[in-house]
């Protein structure tokens, strides 16, 4: 079983920045593709954006440009940085691990509890 923690979520202006974590509670970390997802209000979850063993990332197109992904091994955390917040942004943000990255929410064997985002207009 793999516990994950995160952190870093708030409120926050359109226009601005956040930096999400998140730990996982097994090692080694660097065996692990992280993922982040969303899920606003009413909406499916949707993939934000994925950094495999290796360090290549994908990116979802709303998010291209906007974010990073990151990863330090060292530190056993996963890093999403996002900045020119949209209120469109507004979700719960999830953090995931598996064996192989994927946009398929479903291919994740482990999930954190959710980081609330809210960007205010």
């Known amino acids: 079983q793999v516990q994950l923690v995160e952190s870093g979520g708030g409120v926050v202006k359109a226009g601005g920045s956040l930096r999400l974590s998140c730990t996982p509670s097994?090692?080694?970390?660097?065996?692990?593709?992280m993922s982040w997802f969303r899920q606003a209000p009413g909406k499916e979850r949707e993939f934000v954006a994925a950094?495999?063993?290796?360090?290549?990332?994908d990116y979802a197109d709303f998010v291209k440009g906007r974010s990073t992904i990151s990863r330090d091994n060292a530190k056993n955390t996963a890093y999403l940085q996002m900045s020119s917040l949209k209120a469109e942004d507004t979700a719960v943000y999830y953090c995931a691990v598996g064996l192989v990255a994927s946009t398929n929410g479903n291919h994740y064997s482990y999930w954190g509890q959710g980081t609330q985002v809210t960007v205010s207009s």
């Open positions: 950094i495999r063993q290796n360090g290549v990332t």
């Open positions: 097994r090692r080694p970390f660097s065996s692990y593709a």
